[in-house]
């Protein structure tokens, strides 16, 4: 059984940093382009940032880009997202995701997927 999971988020204070995980079980990530989403409340489910199998490739959202940082560890099953200069906009709730498939930013493209974790972030 497949099963990712997040793990690091919380409440911080706009300007802020913080390092969300991605842990993987029942699969290995290392043949799948990794990628992280998240959805704000009243809010559709947006693309934040993703990783090609290797890690030779990312990509982001721009309102993420330039703060945000995705990487992976395929030895240890796992994919991070550092964020620093937390805005209030970004306060969501993140999930990770695994595409068996292609470097996609679609959603739809995403067979496998985490429980989620709040990052709330006040001004």
């Known amino acids: 059984q497949v099963q990712l999971v997040e793990s690091g988020g919380g409440l911080v204070q706009a300007g802020d940093s913080l390092r969300l995980s991605c842990a993987a079980s029942?699969?290995?990530?290392?043949?799948?382009?990794m990628g992280w989403f998240r959805r704000a409340p009243g809010k559709e489910r947006e693309f934040v940032a993703r990783i090609s199998w290797s890690g030779g490739r990312t990509d982001y959202a721009e309102s993420v880009r330039g703060r945000f940082t995705i990487s992976r560890d395929n030895a240890k099953n796992t994919v991070d997202l550092q964020m620093n200069s937390l805005k209030p906009l970004d306060a969501a709730v993140y999930f990770c995701a695994a595409s068996r498939g292609a470097f996609v930013v679609s959603a739809a493209g995403y067979s496998y997927w985490g429980q989620g974790t709040q990052v709330t972030v006040s001004s």
């Open positions: 029942g699969v290995s990530l290392s043949s799948y382009t």
